[in-house]
């Protein structure tokens, strides 16, 4: 289930990807912890969007 939403992914180009990344992230973090933008917050957006983006731009398998 996982592998085919992260193929779609694969038809948009890179940006739209790190943005829509950064943003569904941000705002999942917002839901859950509703105190503000925090350091912590922003440090654990870029971890998670880091850990995404590696699972979408890894090389498609042949």
């Known amino acids: 289930m996982l592998n085919k939403i992260h193929q779609f992914f694969y038809k948009l180009p890179d940006l739209v990807k790190f943005f829509y990344l950064t943003v569904l992230t941000a705002a ?3 839901y859950f912890f509703e105190d503000g933008l925090t350091v ?3 440090i654990v957006i870029t971890v998670v969007t880091i850990f995404n ?7 498609k398998e042949k």
């Open 28 to 30: 999942t973090l917002d």
């Open 40 to 42: 912590f917050k922003v």
């Open 53 to 59: 983006c590696l699972i979408i731009f890894k090389p």
